[in-house]
């Protein structure tokens, strides 16, 4: 079987869950040829971490006709929420996989879900309204999340975890005064409170703040891989992460105490609400704790929602410093952990089950 995977160069969240699918392949059937195409922290990631044959160097922005030959050497493609391939997938491509984790932020079906062969969405927050089995075989599967196992004595540790730091439609420099600001705000209010603090994010934000903040011995800046990470989370005792789903998800499956950090783009914006929506006693920063008027409405597009996001972002980070401060406080005296949880069958599994019974299917037929 030959496979290959494309995802959305939208920070960590989806090519943290290509990696898992990825994994759950290799380990279910060794012999398969695993192919990754992409660009960015999504090529960086998969190159540090995954079970790969051949990583290619590919654009999302070049669209998919860009691959238009290599792709239908391929038995099955994979693709983890790289939405703007759909409308325009063609009938002679190979089945096309689409692994949804965003589905409860679409306000209707995803444009060109038709065109996909199978339908994977991950059961968290989920919303039904964007599903419609008669369009496409649709398969509703357990979080795809942390299959490690191994156990490691809990340490006097913070790890701080900056996700979501890079996508196509924001500046460098905005994640740069994101993670400079909160990073010295966490340094000064609490390097005495911890024997070692990790911050970790993607390569490029690590080097810079290296630079700015080398003079603490305990102060630590790592770029991880995902198995260093998921190390890092079970040896620390509180964790402040931006409100991603996979670290979430993560934090959940290994009982840890868990913050959430200010939001940095939309997804985490309407994840922080949500979250205290559901728990009031969970620790987020979110906008509307600052000021109401940085309310950001649900279901708007992304041209308009990430611009408004950026600027909200920039206005508490320059403006609203002391209230940053108390909240990080708060977050790290009085957040609670997550109650282990244990997920017999993960989502990952799932979706490589499915493709192996559609291999065979094929083969049967031919």
């Not at 660009?39 to 590919?58: D, M």
Request: glycine letters at 4%; a negative charge; aromatic letters at 12%.
């Amino acid at each position: 079987m030959k496979v290959a995977f494309i995802t959305t160069n939208f920070g960590f969240g989806p090519v943290s869950k290509t990696n898992y699918i990825m994994k759950a392949l290799r380990e279910k059937s060794p012999q398969a040829i695993i192919d990754f195409f992409g660009s960015g922290v999504a090529r960086e990631f998969i190159l540090n971490n995954s079970p790969i044959n051949n990583v290619y160097t590919w654009e999302s922005e070049d669209g998919i006709a860009a691959l238009d030959e290599v792709i239908k050497n391929y038995d099955f493609v994979v693709n983890v929420m790289e939405m703007d391939v759909l409308p325009i997938w063609k009938k002679e491509y190979p089945p096309l996989i689409l692994v949804d984790s965003l589905n409860w932020m679409w306000d209707e079906i995803p444009k060109g879900i038709e065109n996909a062969s199978k339908y994977f969405i991950q059961d968290f927050l989920l919303d039904h309204k964007n599903i419609d089995e008669s369009v496409v075989d649709t398969y509703i599967v357990n979080p795809i999340t942390v299959i490690d196992k191994s156990v490691y004595k809990e340490e006097d540790w913070m790890l701080v975890n900056y996700s979501g730091m890079c996508n196509p439609f924001t500046s460098p420099d905005f994640f740069s005064l994101y993670t400079r600001t909160l990073t010295k705000i966490i340094i000064e209010k609490f390097s005495d409170k911890f024997g070692k603090i990790v911050f970790t994010t993607n390569s490029q934000l690590i080097d810079e703040l290296q630079t700015e903040f080398s003079q603490y011995s305990n102060i630590h800046f790592e770029y991880l891989s995902h198995d260093e990470f998921i190390k890092a989370m079970k040896k620390s005792r509180i964790v402040l992460t931006t409100p991603g789903i996979t670290a979430t998800l993560e934090g959940k499956m290994l009982g840890k105490r868990m913050g959430y950090l200010l939001p940095s783009n939309y997804s985490q914006v309407l994840l922080s609400e949500k979250y205290y929506d559901m728990n009031p006693s969970c620790k987020t920063m979110k906008f509307t704790a600052f000021d109401q008027s940085f309310a950001i409405p649900e279901e708007l597009p992304e041209s308009i929602a990430v611009p408004m996001v950026n600027e909200a972002v920039q206005e508490i980070l320059r403006n609203h410093k002391s209230q940053i401060e108390e909240m990080v406080k708060d977050i790290v005296n009085n957040a609670l952990p997550y109650e282990k949880q244990e997920i017999e069958n993960l989502g990952q599994d799932q979706i490589v089950n499915e493709m192996l019974q559609m291999e065979r299917r094929y083969q049967y037929a031919y």
